[in-house]
Every structure is written in C-alpha cells, then in structure tokens.
C-alpha cells in the first residue's frame, strides 16, 4: 500500500515541491530560436512530465531574456482564446507559452460539443431556450457544487461565445444542434469535411495568432512567476530545450488547465484522494496553478472532480489507460456488488448518478479505511456475457465456481464474502435492500435489483481523475485572488486551471469564455 501521508506547514511550501522548477538561478540564457509555425508532433507523457530540479530559495534574476506586455502561460483553449482577446483590445507583444509540441491541449481532442442558448444558430431553428433553464440544467448535473457567480457568468456568455467562435475566427459548426447532457437542445457541434471535432479549432486559431503577430513559443514550459516589490507581477521563468528564460511582463494569463495527469497533487490537494491514477490529458500537471499558488494565488474547490472507475490491475501494473482498463460496462451490471477489502458491501451499488459520480466519494472513503487502493467489483459470468463485457489487455476476470473459491483468488475473507453475497442475493430476491436501499424509486423500474448466480466474476476497480474542478480562486473579472480576497495586480486566470465555473456540456464554453474574459481584462490592466 503506498497511500500519501502528509504533514503541511503550508500549501504553497509543500506545492513548491511539485512544481518542478528551480528557485534560484544567478544566471540566465538567451532563449532559443521561437518556433515560426505550429507543428502536429505528437504530444507526449514525457514532454509534460519533464524530471523536475529541485528547489532552493527564491532569488531574484539579473536581466531578462525577453520582454513582453503580455505572456500567457498554456495554449490550450483558454490560452489561445485569451490571446486573440488581448490583442482584439489593443495589445501588441504578447508571447504565448505552450509546453507541448503542438498547441490545442484538451479542447482540441475533445467532440468539440458546445453548450449555448440564444446563437444564431438556434435562431435559424427557431431553437428557443432561457439562461434560467440553461443555469438549472448545469447546476442539476453538478449537483450545486459550482461557483454561483462565476458559473453564472459562463451560462450568461454561452451564446456569445459560440457566435463569436463563428464569427471572430470562423470555426465551422454543423447544423445539428443535439439534446445532450439533459433534456436541452444546447450542444452546437463543430466540424467540417476537414476537421471534425475539437480539431475544427485549430485552423483558425492558427491563423488568428499568426494574423495578430503573437509570439507562439512551442515545447517552452512556464515555471514560475517573478514578482515586483509590490506583489504585482513582474515576468515569467520558463525553460526550454533545457535552458532557463526569463521574459519581463506587464500581466500573465494562467491558461495551463487543470491537474488531472497528476495524481500526486491531487492527492496533496485532498489526502481522500490518493491513490487516484491520473487519466486526463498529459499536459494536465497543474503547472500554472502550482505556480499561483507559490506566489500568494488562493486555491478552491479542490475536493472536486471527475474520476471514471477503472480496472485496478491493468492502471498499476499494465501501464493502463482510459481505454485498456475500461470496466464501465462491468459497473453498469444489473447484478452488480461492491466490496471493500473487508469482503462487506458499503454502499448502493446504484447511487452513482451521472457518470456514476456519486460512486467515487463512498470508494475513496473506503480505501482510506481499510488502507486499499481499490474495492472489488463482483458480478456474474452470465450477465457480463449478455452485456458484451470482456477485459481490457488480454486479460481475463478473475472468476470462480463458488464464493468461496472467488474469494480466494481475491484474497479475501471466503466466509464474510459468501455472507455478503448471500445477504444480497436474499435482498434481491426480496426487492428490498434494508442496509443501502437499492432498487428503491425510479432506478427499480429500469433496472431491478438482481441476483448473483455461478460462475461468479470479479475485479479491482479504482476511481480514475480525468477532469479537475479545483483551481485558483478569482473574481468576476478573471484577476487572481489571494485568500484575503485581494487581488494579484497583473495575474489572470482562466479554463481549468481556474475553479470552478462549468461541468459537462459547458466545458469548453468555460474555457473559451474566460479565455477571453482574461484577455480583456490583461488588456485594460495593461493601458
């Protein structure tokens, strides 16, 4: 078992450790030549997740390698749609950073889905929706774990900024507008012959930075921040073909998502959480907020996100990823039980609501209790047949004739699992489970609660993060906050790294609308 155990002084000590960038350096080297043109080179876990030096006290450097009236820290969508923002109001020398080889991050592989109300394109279809049912509908799906003000902000530009992706840089949409993530026709889709999806994006952001002269400076990571005697910012460090920049600055955009391909501040973050495996994007390391952070950013709403179940074994010990260790069709089973390592059931095994979202806390808080990286998912070789479910790598379930004889290959406690197993299967031949309530309301209708038979089946599953919500606190106007609520002259935050404005369907409307809310508002902090 190898679970965090964490003693903090402080946060933003203890983040200095995971940021992966010096804290001293005497000198400094002129950067290298700035890439002309955005490459298709792949991206890689190992551009993202570069050895880190260790860190020593905070010095001042000698003289910059670069300046610039504006850098952006991440070209993603956020980044690039704060960019184009910045220079639309006026600003000439803005360098874009991006630490991959080519620019796009998560927005570019998405379905390229769009939540909005009241585009132009709905007003063809005579599409007709309000802010009210837009707002109840983001909310509902996220359960009110949102911030109010600041997810209003992203339902109200919605639209806007979906006719501004049209209009502005002239992303094609199709005509289909879907009902997607409820009962709304909300989901505009990007896409053309060309380009499907996300990667309907990136001709014409492409063209929009080289139109507005930005500085685009590929595989050139953002390190951390230098700061004026006042606690105004002062210039990005960054490092690139292992040389180390400096680049003075008037204002910086934190554009560099969230934290979801790196478990390990995740963990720091919310100590319930470790254990998780990262499965989000391999850009996704928390840079930029780690770097906020480091000097006075306030953190918030880090105990929120989203975590898929995987197969335990293959994410350990097979190199996994989302696909190979794929169980959600196991854990859709009308039969499904969940233990801890114990061999006892702990919760509804249907309670998990969108997504199964509502699995994650209950499977977390048991690993934590009995020091497991994972609980046990248990069904039968006759249902998983009917479902189609086979095992991700090659690999085969572990299975068995007997509860007893499952036990075993699990490692667990043969008598208390065959008490589970039975107490469960005497529920469901009941219709009444008296210790979780399952198959009680609506869900009953749809699918009964149903009983385990032999041959039984079973596997390790682990909640997987692959969106964060958490991120640096700010205020309506994209400007980073301390936690007194004052505000970081010249630092802007925006998309993932920011908490905690959007949930599914609003995704990239966040990035895109706070994208551009950070240009803006660099733009007027610049002036």
Request: aromatic share 6%; net charge negative.
């Amino acid at each position: 078992m190898k679970r965090i155990t964490m003693f903090l002084c402080t946060l933003s000590l203890s983040l200095s450790c995971l940021s992966g960038c010096s804290q001293n350096a005497s000198t400094t080297t002129a950067p290298a030549e700035t890439t002309a043109a955005v490459t298709t080179t792949a991206e890689t876990t190992a551009e993202a997740n570069a050895e880190p030096t260790a860190p020593a006290a905070e010095t001042a450097l000698t003289a910059a390698d670069m300046s610039a009236d504006l850098v952006v820290i991440g070209a993603g969508g956020a980044g690039l749609s704060a960019a184009v923002e910045a220079a639309d109001n006026g600003v000439e020398n803005i360098v874009l950073l991006e630490k991959m080889a080519s620019i796009g991050g998560t927005t570019f592989i998405s379905q390229g889905m769009i939540a909005g109300y009241d585009t132009a394109l709905q007003k063809e279809q005579n599409i007709e929706l309000t802010y009210d049912q837009m707002y109840d509908n983001l909310m509902t799906n996220a359960l009110y774990r949102l911030d109010p003000e600041l997810t209003k902000i992203t339902v109200e530009n919605a639209g806007h900024t979906i006719d501004w992706l049209m209009e502005r840089l002239e992303v094609p949409f199709t005509d289909n507008i879907l009902v997607g993530y409820g009962p709304l026709q909300m989901m505009h889709v990007m896409g053309s012959e060309e380009a499907k999806g996300g990667m309907a994006l990136k001709a014409p952001f492409e063209a929009a930075l080289e139109e507005a002269g930005v500085n685009l400076m590929l595989e050139t990571r953002g390190t951390r921040l230098v700061m004026n005697e006042d606690g105004s910012v002062a210039g990005v460090v960054a490092q690139q073909g292992g040389k180390e920049i400096l680049i003075d600055t008037k204002a910086v955009i934190i554009a560099t998502g969230g934290y979801a391909y790196n478990p390990e501040l995740t963990g720091l973050l919310d100590p319930e959480m470790a254990g998780t495996f990262g499965i989000g994007h391999p850009a996704a390391t928390g840079d930029g907020i780690i770097m906020a952070n480091n000097v006075g950013a306030a953190l918030t709403h880090t105990n929120h996100l989203m975590a898929v179940l995987k197969d335990y074994e293959i994410m350990a010990n097979h190199n996994g990823n989302s696909n190979s260790a794929n169980v959600s069709r196991f854990i859709g089973a009308p039969n499904l039980v969940l233990v801890n390592t114990n061999a006892v059931r702990f919760v509804n095994e249907k309670s998990g609501g969108y997504m199964t979202q509502e699995l994650n806390r209950p499977i977390f808080n048991e690993m934590t209790k009995t020091d497991s990286d994972y609980v046990w998912a248990i069904s039968d070789e006759a249902t998983l047949a009917e479902l189609g479910v086979t095992r991700g790598g090659e690999m085969e379930f572990l299975k068995a004739d007997t509860v007893e004889e499952l036990a075993g290959l699990m490692e667990l406690d043969g008598e208390t699992l065959k008490a589970t197993i039975d107490s469960y299967n005497g529920y469901a031949a009941s219709g009444n489970d008296p210790e979780f309530n399952r198959g009680a309301g609506s869900w009953a209708e749809s699918q009964p609660m149903l009983p385990l038979e032999a041959p039984y089946v079973a596997v390790a599953v682990v909640p997987c993060e692959i969106i964060t919500y958490g991120g640096i606190a700010r205020n309506v106007n994209a400007e980073v906050l301390r936690a007194d609520g004052s505000v970081i002259p010249g630092l802007f935050v925006a998309g993932e790294a920011g908490a905690n404005s959007a949930y599914m369907g609003f995704t990239l409307s966040n990035c895109f609308t706070w994208g551009r809310i950070a240009g803006a508002g660099a733009a007027g902090y610049i002036k």
